[in-house]
């Protein structure tokens, strides 16, 4: 029995990111340096997630979202739920961010230290529960944004 070798991040992130993907059968495409993995979550009948994948900063960042834009009436409640989320969890971090559209898109955001080494198996399972927890994050703060009043709610009811 021979043991899972130790991968240097900085060099192997991208071969086991690709290896993660295809042990979940998803599409993995490259752009510019970053991995974007299109998945569905096991045991889910929930959206399709986008789980992008890049290095900044000493950093393999790992976003993933299901796309979810935020409306303009939307944005304040959301962001409070991101911000609950935020308090209470310690990552992934719950994000409000644009990407190439006037309404934010909300996210949840992990990061692995570039300088880290770990086993193939090590990695897959960090990013089954990165996946799984940004899967609970992306539903409270989508849920939490449509329940809670907005503004507008309560001049409404004034």
């Known amino acids: 029995m021979t043991a899972d070798p130790l991968v240097p991040l900085r060099d192997g992130w991208e071969a086991l990111a690709r290896t993660w993907a295809r042990r979940r059968g998803a599409r993995v495409t490259a752009e510019h340096g970053a991995l974007g993995v299109d998945i569905t979550p096991e045991g889910s009948a929930g959206p399709a997630l986008v789980v992008d994948f890049n290095q900044a900063g000493g950093w393999v960042v790992v976003i993933v979202t299901d796309g979810t834009l935020v409306p303009p009436d939307r944005v304040a409640s959301t ?14 971090t719950a994000v409000l961010g644009y990407d190439r ?5 909300l996210s949840a955001v992990s ?7 770990m086993t193939p198996a090590g990695f897959d399972a960090t990013l089954d529960t990165v996946l799984e927890r940004a899967t609970r994050l992306l539903a409270e703060c989508r849920d939490l944004g449509h329940t809670l009043r907005g503004a507008d709610d309560l001049a409404a009811r004034g």
């Open 111 to 117: 990061t692995l230290p570039l300088t880290s080494h």
């Open 101 to 105: 559209t006037d309404l934010p898109l």
């Open 79 to 92: 962001a409070a739920a991101a911000t609950a989320w935020n308090a209470r969890e310690v990552t992934p």
